[in-house]
């Protein structure tokens, strides 16, 4: 048996939404704001895709964000995981950041276990784009270019500049 059971939504693995994207927090906004609960899955989408709910350009542009978010939130309400989600959303705007976390670690091993590293640290000791790298890279060495890291702390370092 898995340490995290797959039938309510939890994924595992190497692969990982956050290797290309953030957790998407504002396009899941868009999404469980416009679209009924009631929806079947086809209904979001839809609404991502055929509708534009997300104001994206182009059809491969709503293709990509459709699947990223997918990946991340199921956008099922046949997942146990989902329904909690969508059951919990309308309680309150400020709660929404980490009910999106709480949904995107369950179903993203690489948050998930960048997350148990992260709570690990001292207080008010500082979390670097270089330690998180350098984590990673020991946890998935088989899984990432050496030169990924040094791409990540390079951007961080430019952004915090």
């Given at each position: 048996?898995?340490?995290?059971?797959?039938?309510?939504?939890?994924?595992?693995g190497a692969s990982?939404?956050?290797?290309?994207?953030?957790m998407m927090l504002?396009?899941?906004?868009?999404?469980?704001?416009?679209?009924?609960?009631?929806?079947?899955?086809?209904?979001?989408?839809?609404?991502?895709?055929?509708?534009?709910?997300?104001?994206?350009?182009?059809?491969?542009?709503?293709?990509?964000?459709?699947?990223?978010l997918s990946e991340?939130?199921?956008?099922?309400?046949?997942?146990?995981?989902?329904?909690?989600?969508?059951?919990?959303?309308?309680?309150?705007?400020?709660?929404?950041?980490?009910?999106?976390?709480?949904?995107?670690?369950?179903?993203?091993?690489?948050?998930?276990?960048?997350?148990?590293?992260?709570?690990?640290?001292?207080?008010?000791?500082?979390?670097?784009?270089?330690?998180?790298?350098?984590?990673?890279?020991?946890?998935?060495?088989?899984?990432?270019?050496?030169?990924?890291?040094?791409?990540?702390?390079?951007?961080?370092?430019?952004?915090?500049?």
């Open positions: 048996m898995a340490l995290f059971p797959e039938s309510v939504g939890f994924r595992s990982s939404a956050h290797t290309s994207r953030t504002a396009e899941l906004t868009l999404v469980l704001n416009g679209v009924d609960a009631k929806v079947p899955a086809e209904g979001y989408r839809s609404a991502i895709i055929e509708d534009s709910i997300l104001g994206k350009p182009t059809r491969t542009t709503r293709e990509r964000s459709a699947k990223r991340l939130y199921a956008l099922v309400p046949d997942c146990a995981l989902f329904r909690l989600l969508r059951h919990f959303w309308p309680a309150d705007a400020s709660s929404h950041p980490m009910l999106a976390f709480l949904l995107a670690s369950a179903r993203d091993p690489l948050l998930r276990d960048a997350t148990l590293f992260v709570v690990g640290i001292k207080l008010n000791e500082p979390v670097t784009a270089e330690i998180l790298s350098e984590h990673l890279s020991h946890q998935y060495a088989e899984r990432f270019w050496p030169t990924t890291f040094r791409w990540t702390v390079l951007t961080h370092e430019r952004r915090s500049a």
